[in-house]
């Protein structure tokens, strides 16, 4: 497998993004953060793609920050680079939100701190039925960052938050999916395969509305019901005319499959 700590291929319209550090459980180390914004700004221009799949190499998804570097800092009394590790962090997030493109986190083993926070930036969670999650920055003497506070707080509510953040235990596959974190679960042999299906159907859809959609419902979950009226009015009007429900529409009253995007 190369070297490289972030793997992005592109094949059938779909851009994988693949957390590439396995000796480590993929911890987010070196340049990964300044190369993971990076292949995601490319999945975001390249025409060829129309969904994003981010995932892990090996057994685990993310285990969160690289806590041998986080080490050595200390013991150099040296905090000078944190500052734009977390920065670069709300960038990939805040990005991954921002995009036009669907973002599907594949979530094929253990979540954990970042890594678990990275997953929910993600528009779309699944996960394989070996997959872990935990908030574990307390159990190292930290708070969550990569919008921790706020991603899993708008999923699950204060309460169980707090008592995620705060005791950091780890959770199942079965009870991440009870409590919303997770779309679904499928097995683990299958489990790329599965999301790649669902990734698919997706990148067949009509690009600019499925970016209109995913603008209002995340408008919808933060937003006012005003704001939202106002971006559906200037969403529809903006789709309406386009080729893509022009098609929809055709196909609809021929009883056909739509094409869009050709």
Not at 75 to 92: H, P, Y
Request: with cysteine; charged share 20%.
């Amino acid at each position: 497998m190369s070297t490289s700590p972030i793997l992005y291929t592109v094949a059938d319209r779909l851009g994988t993004i693949t957390l590439n550090r396995p000796e480590v459980m993929n911890a987010l180390g070196g340049t990964m953060r300044e190369d993971l914004l990076a292949s995601l700004e490319q999945a975001e221009h390249d025409p060829d793609v129309r969904c994003v799949i981010i995932t892990g190499a090996g057994s685990a998804f993310c285990a969160g920050g690289d806590i041998a570097s986080m080490v050595d800092m200390q013991n150099r009394n040296d905090a000078s680079v944190l500052a734009q590790r977390m920065t670069l962090g709300g960038k990939v997030v805040q990005f991954i939100r921002q995009m036009t493109k669907p973002v599907i986190a594949a979530i094929n083993g253990a979540a954990a701190g970042a890594g678990m926070n990275l997953a929910l930036a993600c528009d779309i969670r699944y996960g394989s039925d070996r997959a872990r999650f935990a908030e574990s920055f307390v159990k190292i003497g930290l708070v969550p960052d990569w919008g921790g506070h706020y991603l899993l707080t708008q999923l699950v509510g204060t309460s169980r938050a707090l008592e995620l953040i705060m005791t950091g235990d780890r959770i199942d596959a079965e009870e991440a999916y009870r409590l919303g974190l997770i779309n679904r679960i499928f097995p683990h042999d299958s489990f790329l395969e599965e999301v790649r299906k669902f990734a698919a159907r997706l990148a067949e859809g009509p690009a600019e509305t499925l970016a209109q959609i995913k603008r209002g419902v995340y408008l919808g979950a933060t937003g006012t019901l005003a704001e939202t009226l106002a971006h559906e009015e200037q969403a529809q009007a903006g789709v309406f005319l386009s080729a893509d429900a022009r098609e929809g529409m055709r196909a609809f009253l021929e009883k056909r499959a739509p094409q869009f995007g050709k």
